[in-house]
């Protein structure tokens, strides 16, 4: 069955970066057959897409965070990470790791989810 | 950018009602549109792509329609685990875009 689990610090200062993995068991990261993401939610705002990796290392951002993200992929590990740079307060949110899956008829976006982690951008 | 909006901010519904979201795109987005359900607590549920497919067990009270621009998500006969805040989701181009949320809650 498939699990995602986000994981990394819960409170960054401001101006660092924030770091986080996404630990996928179920199905692997090196599949042809999906995309893997990050999506956030601030607290009492709505989703906000960041970005999506491909197992070739194509990736693709919401071009108002562009400059500042980072999405990487590790097989060996079965992981994926997010690095946001010169993080704010409002960068402070939930943050969520997601699969996409990839069919013959096109794109299942988002299909499965990680539970979510709060991080915390504060002094 | 494309811009999604959602509409009513806020809908209430009594149980066995029917409920009828509305999200609209600032440009066509061909049926590459999503909805999505969200509870306090919960990782957000993908229910409808492609504008109008069930996701994997997903009830059959819950149906998309539309394309182009305009896109609706309904709920036929309200149960009580749906009241929930619903998302509507572009992916088009990989400029993925959410709308900003339609909270269902009750009368």
């Known amino acids: 069955q498939l699990q995602l689990q986000e994981s990394g610090p819960g409170l960054v200062k401001p101006s660092e970066t924030l770091s986080l993995t996404c630990t996928v068991s179920?199905?692997?990261?090196?599949?042809?057959?999906?995309?893997w993401g990050w999506i956030r939610q601030p607290p009492g705002k709505g989703l906000e897409w960041i970005g999506t990796?491909?197992?070739?290392?194509?990736?693709y951002h919401n071009p108002s965070l562009k400059s500042r993200v980072t999405i990487s992929v590790d097989t060996s590990k079965n992981q994926f990470s997010l690095k946001l740079t010169s993080v704010t307060a409002a960068d402070t949110a939930v943050y969520f790791c997601a699969r996409t899956d990839i069919t013959i008829f096109g794109v299942v976006p988002l299909d499965f989810w990680g539970q979510g982690t709060l991080v915390t951008v504060s002094s | 950018e494309i811009v999604m909006t959602q509409s009513p901010a806020t809908l209430s519904v009594s149980p066995g009602e029917r409920a009828t979201l509305s999200c609209r795109a600032g440009q066509s987005l061909s049926s590459n549109l999503a909805w999505y359900q969200r509870k306090p607590g919960q990782a957000p549920r993908l229910l409808i792509y492609g504008a109008s497919t069930r996701a994997t067990g997903i009830p059959a009270r819950f149906s998309g329609s539309g394309s182009g621009t305009e896109f609706t998500l309904t709920i036929s006969s309200l149960q009580s685990e749906d009241f929930a805040v619903y998302y509507c989701?572009?992916?088009?181009?990989?400029?993925?875009?959410f709308g900003q949320g339609t909270r269902v809650e009750i009368k």
């Open positions: 989701l572009h992916y088009n181009d990989w400029l993925w875009a």
């Open positions: 990796i491909y197992v070739s290392g194509s990736t």
């Open positions: 179920g199905d692997p990261v090196s599949s042809t057959s999906y995309y």
